[in-house]
């Protein structure tokens, strides 16, 4: 069993920055793809991001290049994202998912945090 637990969510305006992190319990952390989602009201899970469980393959959606990065801290049990140059289209609760391989379904993944928001003002 994998537990996660989100942070670093708030209010920032648009154009900000915010960094988002994902602790995980257990000790096998680093044999674990990890993903980051989001789920704006009213809409569906959308795929963010997702890291292998190595650190040196990354996915992401398209929209979030160049403004997203993942990274993942193996000896902290942490997965990290760093969102730049924030839009209010990304107002959304994000969450982290643990799975066996990278994925950008939510299907994909086994495990999942509680969700953190994020709200991005105009």
Do not use: H
């Amino acid at each position: 069993q994998v537990q996660l637990v989100e942070s670093g969510g708030g209010l920032v305006q648009a154009g900000g920055s915010l960094r988002l992190s994902c602790a995980t319990s257990g000790r096998t952390f680093s044999s674990y793809a990890m993903g980051w989602f989001r789920q704006a009201p009213g809409k569906e899970r959308e795929f963010v991001v997702a890291i292998t469980g190595s650190g040196r393959n990354t996915y992401y959606a398209d929209s979030m290049k160049g403004r997203f990065t993942i990274a993942r801290g193996n000896a902290k049990n942490t997965v990290y994202l760093q969102m730049n140059s924030l839009k209010p289209e990304d107002t959304a609760v994000y969450y982290c998912a643990a799975g066996g391989s990278v994925s950008s379904t939510a299907r994909g993944y086994d495990y999942w945090g509680q969700g953190t928001q994020v709200t991005v003002s105009s």
